[in-house]
């Protein structure tokens, strides 16, 4: 309800809102120093006028004491009206207007607190002693007296003036920067409590002590008691009421708020803020909760763009620490896929049209090596380099890689491109490591497999097969594959022949289940 009505003023009044707080809290110690006045004259029961004239005097010097002390801090409430009527505030006028907003209250009060109480408490203790009869002894009671409502009055007017000046925090929040510069200047929690329950409790005992003895001429010790009893339970309440109404705004909602934001990060979505509402410890949990969430954001989008030109699954190894630093050596298949006749069908293609073709070419193979839990090592002009069995080991990586070159070639030739291609396998040791310089790293794998894999490729153009694999990944196969041999073939850069051999196609294994039956 008190929210709802202090965003209202502040809509309706602006820039001139923080003025109209001062009234409230004006009027608000106006009323503590008349009820104070009225308190102690129960423990000297003076008659009505002398009662009137003394809260009179403590009402007019409370709030001349109150004016002087917001008086005081009229430069920064200057500033902070004008970046309330500015349309585009700069971030760094938002945090120094947030700087100010947030330590307002505090700095009002820690310049001016003493001054406030000497003005409103002396006076008033001095018009009490002429006017109550009450002689110097009674006069130091009462300035003694009086100090104990001050107290209150000064903790009640901080926690008051924080609670009025929340809108104006809110909006200037809004509008913040998540790497502002954070230092807190505010009241810790510790020095508020500290604070607040002294003063809380010894004012309750001052009104206890009050109201009881308006009732102290019944001599029956338990009734006196059983007053004692209520007068205390019915003030515990109230004052217990009072401040924890007071502390939970400025204590509870700052971590509830936190905690809601922290609910939204779990269910994924990284664009959760919490406001930054105070200047001190719970400030700074929340500017390190929106940092916390920004750095989320950033990683989560570094993560979307590193996979859009890395592998996701090495993006995955990589940020979990899965991915050695130093090479490590081991067993793979390697496949190399190719665009036959891709430079004639580039020459005759504008180049908007050859950059699609080739995206829509790769769209329809990479997804394809990755549901056989292999990864992309690279594209290399038209074609690209796969590998199954790192860094994670497959131990069927051999059948992984043929059954996703043979779903490569099914994808491709089905489209409505018209380009075929090839695809040759190798299997055996390689290593593995992440290889580059110069700040720039690419997980990948090298060795003579790797080599072999393109020579076998390109000799696809020479057998007139869609895909070829060696020996080597033949013998590592784990599950039964119709295979037939192509000889042993001469390989650049290999002092020896290879083996290689090629899937038996549909029409192939029916034409040889006839043969046999001839």
């Not at 709030?63 to 200057?78: F, G, T």
């Not at 291609?421 to 290889?435: K, L, M, Q, T």
Request: net charge negative; proline share 5%; with cysteine.
């Amino acid at each position: 309800m008190i929210d709802h009505l202090t965003r209202r003023g502040y809509a309706a009044l602006g820039s001139r809102y923080p003025v109209a707080v001062v009234g409230v809290t004006v009027a608000e110690s106006v009323g503590i120093a008349v009820i104070s006045v009225a308190i102690i004259a129960t423990f000297y029961r003076p008659d009505l006028a002398a009662v009137a004239a003394v809260a009179g005097v403590g009402a007019v010097m409370t709030a001349c004491s109150v004016v002087l002390s917001a008086w005081r801090a009229r430069d920064e409430r200057r500033q902070l009206g004008e970046w309330i009527r500015r349309s585009h505030p700069t971030p760094r006028e938002t945090a120094q207007a947030w700087e100010v907003v947030t330590t307002l209250t505090l700095e009002q009060y820690r310049r001016s607190s003493a001054v406030v109480v000497l003005l409103s408490v002396v006076p008033t203790g001095l018009a009490a002693a002429a006017w109550w009869d009450i002689g110097w002894g009674g006069l130091a009671a009462v300035l003694l007296a009086g100090m104990i409502p001050g107290l209150y009055a000064t903790v009640l007017s901080y926690s008051i003036g924080e609670r009025l000046l929340l809108p104006v925090v809110e909006h200037v929040a809004s509008s913040l920067p998540d790497d502002f510069t954070f230092s807190p200047r505010g009241l810790p929690l510790r020095k508020r409590l500290m604070l607040a329950v002294p003063a809380y409790t010894t004012t309750s005992a001052v009104l206890v002590g009050g109201l009881v003895g308006l009732g102290a001429d019944d001599g029956s010790p338990s009734g006196r008691l059983a007053l004692t009893v209520g007068v205390s339970m019915a003030i515990g309440l109230f004052m217990s009421f009072e401040l924890t109404g007071l502390l939970a705004g400025s204590i509870t909602r700052p971590l509830l708020d936190v905690r809601t934001q922290l609910a939204r990060v779990r269910d994924g979505d990284l664009t959760a803020r919490t406001p930054v509402l105070s200047n001190d410890e719970l400030g700074e949990l929340a500017r390190d909760f929106n940092t916390m969430a920004r750095d989320l954001a950033e990683r989560e989008e570094l993560r979307e763009h590193f996979g859009t030109y890395v592998d996701r699954e090495i993006v995955r190894l990589i940020l979990a620490g899965e991915v050695p630093q130093e090479g490590f050596e081991v067993e793979v298949s390697v496949l190399f896929v190719d665009v036959r006749g891709f430079t004639r069908y580039a020459e005759r293609r504008p180049a908007p049209e050859v950059v699609e073709t080739l995206n829509g070419l790769f769209a329809e193979m990479v997804p394809v090596v990755e549901a056989y839990g292999g990864h992309v090592d690279k594209f290399i002009g038209d074609g690209l380099m796969a590998v199954f069995g790192a860094p994670a080991p497959q131990p069927d990586h051999a059948d992984r890689a043929l059954d996703a070159a043979r779903m490569i070639l099914d994808a491709v030739h089905l489209g409505s491109t018209g380009l075929r291609v090839a695809a040759g396998i190798n299997s055996g040791p390689v290593v593995a490591g992440p290889i580059g310089g110069a700040g720039r790293l690419n997980f990948s794998v090298i060795g003579d497999v790797v080599n072999v894999a393109a020579r076998v490729e390109a000799a696809t153009r020479d057998t007139g097969d869609d895909v070829l694999l060696t020996a080597a990944t033949r013998d590592l196969l784990t599950r039964p594959h119709a295979l037939v041999s192509r000889g042993e073939l001469a390989l650049k850069g290999k002092s020896q022949p290879v083996e290689v051999l090629a899937p038996v196609s549909t029409v192939e294994r029916d034409l040889v289940a006839e043969a046999s039956t001839v």
